[in-house]
C-alpha cells in the first residue's frame, strides 16, 4: 500500500527560530503533495498545495514567506516553518496521491506536532 | 458561504449497534465525496469514495451513500466494535482545484 513518511512527528522549538518539517512517499512517486493544518477538534485546513518542480500554490490567508514549501522531487516535500511564534503551534499533516485521478483518495502522514515556546 | 458540516458531538454507541454519521454540505457540487477514519495523533485513513452518481457504497462493514439533492453523505457502521471508535472526516473536491476539503468530523465512540 502507499506510505507517506511525515518527520518529526513532534518538535518543539522557540520562538524566532524555524522549523522544517519533511514528507515522503516512500513506495510510490507524489507530483502533487498537500499540507494541511488542524486544530484542536477542528477539520483539517489545507495550506497549500506543493507540485514537483514548481513553485507551491497556497490558499488564501496562508502566508507564503512564513510557511516555505520545497517540492525537490517526486519523493520529498518540505514544509518550513520560518520565525516561528506560538501562534504557529498546530499539528500539520501531508499528503499525497497515488494515482493520477483527482478522485484518488490521499494518503496521509502522521502528523508533525510542532510546539513553539 | 461554502461549508462542511459534521456532527460536533461525540456520538456513543453500544458495541454490535450500526452507527450514522452524517455528512452535509452548502454551496458546494461535489463530483465525489470520500471518508476517512482519524485515530488521535495520526493522519486520516481512507476508507471509502462515492461518486455523484452513485446512490450507495458499501465496503465490508461501512456503508455510504449520498444524496445530492440533500446535499448529505451518511456514513454507516453495522456490528460496530470498539476497535471502530475514531474520528470520522468527510471529505469532498472542490470543483476541478485538485484538492480536498474537510470537514470537522465526528468522534465516534463504541462501548462494549
Redesign the interface.
Known sequence: GAV?S?HPSRVICKSGTSVKIECRSLDFQAT?M?W?RQFP????M?MA?SNEGSKATYEQGVEKDKFLINHASLTLSTLTVTSAHPEDSSFY?C?ARMGQG??S???????T?LTVT | SQK?EQN?EALNIQEGKTATLTCNYTNYSP??L?W?RQDP??????LL?I?ENEKEKRKERLKVTFDTTLKQSLFHITASQPADSATY?C?L?EG?Y????????TRLAVHP
Open positions: 507517506v511525515q502533487t498537500f494541511y477538534k477542528k477539520s483539517l489545507l498545495t499533516i499528503s483527482e478522485e483518495p490521499l494518503h496521509f502522514g502522521n502528523g506536532r | 462542511i460536533s463530483a465525489y470520500q476517512y495523533g495520526r493522519g486520516p485513513v481512507f469514495l461518486r472526516l471529505a473536491d476541478g485538485n484538492k480536498l476539503i474537510f470537514g470537522a468530523g
